[in-house]
């Protein structure tokens, strides 16, 4: 009973599979710098991915800020967003020094209420940057009609919907660009690391000039950049985990449906709602946590880490009610967020859980 259970744990491949890639980069000590496995990783991913255009980065949020930042919106645009994420997704828009507005979500999914979105949207108004929370796939449809309507760019934060597909496509693939996070709990990692996809292939030579200082020679700097590029430990970690996405998926897959099985009908917990057309990756397995349940979300968060159990409250607080957010944007009402924060609590999952780890959970939810 003492061993802990994480509400998620990396994916590794077999220990000597990883060294034996590594070697010949031991031995050329070409660590960095968009090398071979740079390369490769990004060719492999365009394919899996199912996307026009890929552009790696050394992770998901400078993937976020660069994006942003390569459409060079004027300074103190208006971006709607939602607060129902990881402060990741609030953070990169502001430290692009664009007005945030944040827009209420939907109860049924947790993703961005697209029929709120219009009332927000000011002359100001430059993009809508939503986010496929836990893999649940936002109003594609919609949100693209209104965006179309009023000129406006739409960047998805995909940081949980790796290769998750909408009506047989790379969810990638749709608006102006996604972005898609490889940190270590992910469903793929590259120990850190992200990627931008796109379709403008424009795009491509900024998001390089943005990672990499400007440079485009040994003497020659083009633009102002960063440093936000990926390198070749990270690549290989990715095409060893690549190698074997499928089959971590399946087992993901799996373990999602006897959690579900077990707790769909249970009193006072409620599920997230499935959306049509998406293949799923099957990377969280959240609850609500209702009024009718025998003890709150917050002992029931309490409860499970007393039996070394560590679930968590993704998302709570909304990002707009965190301390350095407050008094800082717009909004016109965020119940369903806040009220949806007060009861989600995500319980773990990963292809190597163990069934009986499983019932544990279960016997101490049920």
């Not at 940190?183 to 796109?198: D, P, Y």
């Not at 999602?256 to 009193?267: F, G, P, V």
Request: hydrophobic letters at 40%; proline letters at 2%; charged letters at 25%.
């Amino acid at each position: 009973m003492d061993e802990k259970i994480f509400v998620t744990r990396s994916s590794m491949p077999a220990y000597e599979e990883y060294i034996d890639a590594i070697k010949p980069l031991w031995e050329s000590c070409r660590l960095t710098n968009m090398g071979q496995y740079h390369q490769e990783l990004e060719r492999q991913l365009k394919v899996y991915l199912d996307v026009p255009e890929i552009s790696l980065m050394v992770n998901g949020h400078m993937a976020l800020e660069m994006i942003i930042q390569a459409f060079g919106f004027p300074e103190g645009s208006e971006v709607i967003t939602t607060p129902f994420t990881f402060v990741s997704t609030t953070h990169a828009i502001a430290r692009n020094r664009l007005q945030l507005v944040f827009c209420d979500v939907k109860s049924s999914d947790g993703t961005i209420d697209e029929a709120k979105i219009e009332d927000l949207i000011t002359e100001k108004t430059v993009a809508i940057l939503p986010v496929h929370v836990y893999g649940n796939v936002c109003n594609i449809e919609e949100i693209q009609r209104i965006a179309d309507k009023y000129g406006l760019k739409v960047i998805y934060d995909a940081a949980h919907a790796f290769g998750v597909k909408y009506k047989g496509k790379g969810i990638g693939s749709y608006g102006d660009a996604s972005v898609f996070s490889f940190h270590a709990t992910k469903v793929f990692h590259t120990i850190e690391g992200g990627a931008v996809t796109f379709s403008d292939k424009n795009l491509y030579d900024k998001l390089y000039n943005l990672k990499n200082f400007g440079i485009r020679g040994e003497e020659q700097v083009v633009s102002v950049g960063a440093n936000a590029k990926m390198n070749e430990l990270q690549a290989i970690m990715g095409l060893c985990n690549l190698k074997h996405i499928e089959q971590a998926i399946a087992a993901r897959k799996e373990r999602w449906i006897y959690y579900k099985e077990h707790l769909q009908n249970k009193k006072g917990i409620c599920l997230f709602e499935e959306n049509d057309g998406v293949s799923r990756n099957y990377a969280y397995f959240p609850i609500l946590v209702e009024e009718s349940y025998s003890m709150s979300r917050n002992d029931l968060y309490d409860l499970l880490r007393e039996n070394h159990i560590f679930a968590r409250k993704y998302f709570y607080p909304i990002t707009a009610d965190m301390e350095c957010y407050i008094g800082q944007y717009i909004e016109k009402g965020l119940t369903t967020a806040r009220k949806l924060s007060e009861q989600v609590l995500t319980i773990p999952l990963y292809e190597e859980l163990k069934w009986e780890q499983m019932n544990r959970i279960l016997e101490l939810v049920c």
